[in-house]
């Protein structure tokens, strides 16, 4: 009677093995996913992490770039090349007599010079990496869970 | 499911394990060969990280209207890594041929790895210009160009020069207002630091702030690099314009009067701002390590505040400032000139020995009468003097905020070197010294109705993004407004009476003379003189005040002959560049 009711519920032998196999088959592709999922966000952090390291440099570079040029461009201007540029040109230095003084009502001269560049839209301190590229697979997913709890909490 | 099915599944599930196992195991593999591992500590021993100084870019110095003093330009330092290298003759070829170096040296280095396995980096030129730099990437370019070579034969290539670019500061304005800007040792890429100047007063501020960061080499792991800001700009009260045009006047002056050096100082009385200080011998901060040839012994860089000298007559206008102030005279008092005077035991004499009998306080500031000033203070009293000396800030430092500045303490009654004949030489000039800086910011006060306003050479920086503006300071009121106005009157008057070469058409200025002895090891020599002028003007409404002084000039010993026509020239391109209209056009102006 026993014998009889265990044949009765059993499986049959070819549906177990197909459940292992798919069990296995199962494990084998999430695992297979994990790791693709993870070799995606790490080639990505790495070739963000490349371009960014470029971008540092270019930036780098472009500041030595704009100090140079406005170097440049000041001995293009200076006080002698100009002079000379203005005698070439058939000009010469003004004496007083040759000066004729207009009154011009409101005409305060000329203006204090202001040099500080304007204000930028990312304030000075701001980090340009996003934590996202500095975090690993488990911080991310652990911090992710968390503040996704935090923020329903704070809802409630 | 029919047995051909489950032997299908099972085929396919022993494929995929088996291509699993596959990967697996090569992974593994790879992850553990020999040249993993010799990768691995290759890596973790060269790129595993980097260890950087991040050196801000040194502020830059403006004038007052935005041009640029001093500023950085982009030059490279070019090096070789023996590893890297695949052509050590193209390598020694090129480099000696566009950079001069020896062909030899460059050829044994770039092969050393080949001979020695020297895989170390060395720089082989720094400071290169960048237009040298673009010949080494235009060579690249022509044998990127060429036919491939035939196997054996060597393709001409720069692999292995790397040249990385940094910032050299660099004068465009080379000579001009280097007196002012100082210099910096570039070449000193470490320790460099400013010398004299500006560059040595806001080295700090200039500098910035250095930051040493250990970078992860390895990609994956992303560092930002912190932001470094850039060392504060200045901007210098310094007008460029009007310093040209001092630097100008003062070479002139030098080749008109033989004299030995020139200062022109430009100053407004309202604000204390130097708006020129033009002194010689000046040089070229780009080639700062000339500066042992241009100032031998030590000699001041800048004579303006660092040479102390016996200024003369042009100091009897304090000695007058402080009488007529605490009321001892007025412009109308009296004096009979006899042309000698006793003080302390011992005569005092007029400049030409003459005696010029009856006076004024006006007249004897006019005829520049020694022995009336010397009266003037024996009548203030010892006592009074000095004070009103101390008050000027004679023997004190300005606090100029430039490098350099020296002082002389002045000799008050009571010191061992104080002896009563002080009084009256003190009194016009003789036996006190001053740098210039220290002159015009004393007499900078009458032209500013007696307030003492503190010189500088900074009007504002720039730090972080943001504009500060330095606010003129006042040291004291030194004076009254009623006693300074009296003397640039009385000042004034002089020059129109006198006729002086130092007038200038359309405008009424204010100034005094001076002519001094320089003292020796046997005492005055009055044979060598030091000549200046201190005027200001327009005189109702100063905007402007000028200190000349010309070192022992040989066309004549004389301040108002060598030194006051130099004020005028230096007056007349000061009211150009000021835009200041002559006085009956400005009494036509709305008065603010």
């Known amino acids: 009677m026993k014998q009889t009711l265990i044949q009765a519920y059993r499986q049959a032998p070819w549906r177990t093995q197909l459940q292992w196999i798919g069990g296995f088959l199962l494990v084998l592709v999430v695992v297979m996913l994990m790791a693709g999922v993870y070799l995606y966000i790490s080639a990505s952090a790495t070739a963000a992490g490349t371009r960014i390291h470029d971008l540092e440099l270019e930036r780098e570079a472009l500041q030595i770039q704009l100090a140079d040029l406005r170097t440049e461009l000041a001995y293009l201007n200076s006080a002698a090349v100009m002079s000379k540029r203005a005698s070439d040109a058939g000009y010469r230095a003004a004496s007083l007599e040759d000066i004729e003084y207009v009154p011009v009502e409101g005409f305060s001269g000329r203006n204090v010079v202001f040099l500080a560049p304007p204000p930028g839209n990312e304030p000075a301190n701001s980090n340009l990496i996003k934590p996202a590229y500095k975090q690993s697979l488990w911080e991310w997913f652990y911090q992710g869970t968390y503040r996704l709890l935090e923020t329903k909490a704070s809802r409630q | ?592």
């Not at chain 2, 050590?88 to 480099?95: F, V």
């Not at chain 2, 720089?123 to 010949?135: H, R």
């Not at chain 2, 001409?156 to 004068?171: A, E, F």
């Not at chain 2, 007196?179 to 004299?196: I, K, M, T």
């Open chain 2, 1 to 592: 499911m029919n047995p051909s099915g489950i032997g299908r599944l099972r085929f396919i599930g022993f494929a995929l394990t088996l291509v699993g196992a596959m990967i697996l195991g090569q992974m593994i593999r790879i992850q553990n060969s020999t040249q993993a591992k010799e990768l691995k500590e290759t890596f973790e021993k060269t790129y595993n990280q980097e260890v950087r100084v991040i050196t801000p870019e040194r502020g830059n110095i403006y004038d007052r209207w935005g041009s640029l003093l001093a500023g950085n330009i982009e030059v490279y330092e070019i090096g070789i890594a023996p590893p890297e290298v695949s052509n050590p003759e193209t390598i020694a070829q090129d480099l000696s041929a566009v950079l001069g170096l020896d062909y030899q040296t460059v050829k044994t280095l770039a092969e050393s790895f080949t001979t020695e396995g020297n895989d170390t980096y060395r720089i082989v030129a720094d400071f290169v210009p960048a237009e040298k730099v673009q010949q080494l990437e235009n060579k690249i370019k022509e044998y990127q160009k060429l036919e491939k070579p035939k196997k054996g034969e060597a393709w001409p290539s720069l692999s292995g020069v790397h040249w990385v670019p940094h910032l050299q500061r660099s004068y465009p304005e080379n000579n001009l207002a280097s007196n002012v800007v100082g210099f910096y040792n570039y070449y000193d890429r470490r320790d460099g630091h400013g010398f004299f100047g500006l560059e040595e007063q806001y080295n700090s501020l200039l500098a910035g702030t250095k930051q040493r960061i250990v970078l992860p080499m390895n990609p994956s792991e992303i560092q930002e690099l912190p932001s470094v800001p850039p060392g504060s700009s200045l901007i210098s009260t310094i007008d460029r314009e009007i310093q040209a045009a001092m630097e100008g006047v003062a070479n002139k002056a030098l080749e008109d009067t033989g004299a030995e050096s020139a200062t022109i100082l430009v100053m407004d009385p309202e604000t204390g701002e130097i708006l020129a200080m033009a002194t010689t011998p000046s040089f070229n901060p780009n080639e700062y390590w000339t500066y042992q040839d241009v100032f031998p012994q030590n000699s001041p860089y800048n004579r303006a505040i660092g040479e102390l000298y016996e200024p003369g007559s042009v100091f009897k206008v304090l000695t007058m400032a402080a009488a007529l102030d605490n009321g001892t005279v007025t412009p109308d008092t009296p004096f009979i000139d006899t042309g000698a005077i006793e003080v302390g035991g011992i005569y005092i004499y007029n400049w030409d020995r003459g005696a010029w009998g009856p006076q004024t306080m006006t007249g004897c500031m006019q005829h520049s009468l020694n022995v009336c000033l010397a009266w003037v203070a024996k009548e203030l009293g010892p006592t009074q003097f000095y004070e009103y000396l101390q008050t000027f800030g004679i023997g004190k430092y300005t606090g100029i905020d430039l490098s350099g500045e020296a002082v002389y303490p002045l000799s008050l009654p009571g010191d061992p070197n104080w002896y009563p004949i002080n009084l009256g030489t003190n009194a016009f000039g003789q036996g006190v010294a001053a740098t210039p800086i220290q002159m015009i910011t004393s007499i900078a006060a009458m032209a500013n109705d007696g307030q003492m306003m503190a010189p500088h050479a900074v009007k504002a920086y720039i730090q972080d993004g943001r504009q500060y503006d330095i606010r003129p300071r006042l040291i004291r009121q030194v004076v009254k407004p009623e006693t300074a106005r009296t003397l640039t009157d009385m000042l004034a008057f002089s020059l129109e009476e006198e006729a002086s070469s130092a007038l200038v058409p359309g405008y009424r200025i204010a100034g005094k003379t001076g002519t001094a002895e320089i003292p020796g090891p046997n005492g005055y020599e009055s044979s060598v003189t030091n000549a200046s002028f201190v005027g200001w003007g327009p005189a109702d409404d100063p905007k402007f005040i000028i200190y000349v002084w010309l070192e022992k000039p040989t066309t004549s010993p004389w301040g108002s002959v060598v030194a006051a026509p130099v004020f005028s020239e230096a007056a007349k391109e000061v009211l150009i560049h000021l835009q200041i209209p002559p006085d009956d056009i400005r009494a036509q102006l709305p008065q603010p």
